[in-house]
């Protein structure tokens, strides 16, 4: 499978971002889709995420109420839509994916097996 991830930019506090995570090579179902960021000189952090049969969705403290994970499975593809966006939330965000994920690794970025390059974030005051 191959995860590509687009939708990164520069916006000011306050601002609205929405990520894409694009799947081709084999079918979202079954799946967790994870996001995941990394600040400049900070630990990899899970963010969210959806399991893909039921919708399930999951949430960093830190972006519960701004944050909406999503997902089309006409088109492969889970969003991260980024609302009231703060300097902290500043990185690179990677989407991921795994198909054996059990319910308490979720939040775990070395459990899942594929891993999109990532788009950058980054929110200025």
């Known amino acids: 499978v191959q995860l590509q991830a687009s939708g990164g930019g520069h916006v000011q506090v306050g601002d609205s971002l929405r990520l894409s995570c694009a799947a081709s090579g084999r079918t979202l179902r079954n799946s967790v889709m994870g996001w995941f960021r990394q600040a400049p000189g900070k630990e990899r952090e899970f963010v969210s995420a959806?399991?893909?049969?039921?919708?399930?969705?999951f949430y960093a403290d830190s972006v519960k109420g701004r944050y909406t994970i999503s997902r089309d499975s006409a088109k492969n593809t889970v969003y991260l839509q980024m609302n009231s966006l703060k300097p902290e939330d500043t990185g690179v965000y990677y989407c991921a994916a795994d198909w054996n994920m059990i319910q308490s690794s979720i939040g775990m970025s070395r459990m899942y097996k594929s891993w999109g390059q990532g788009t950058e974030v980054t929110v200025s005051s």
């Open positions: 959806v399991r893909w049969n039921g919708g399930n969705t």
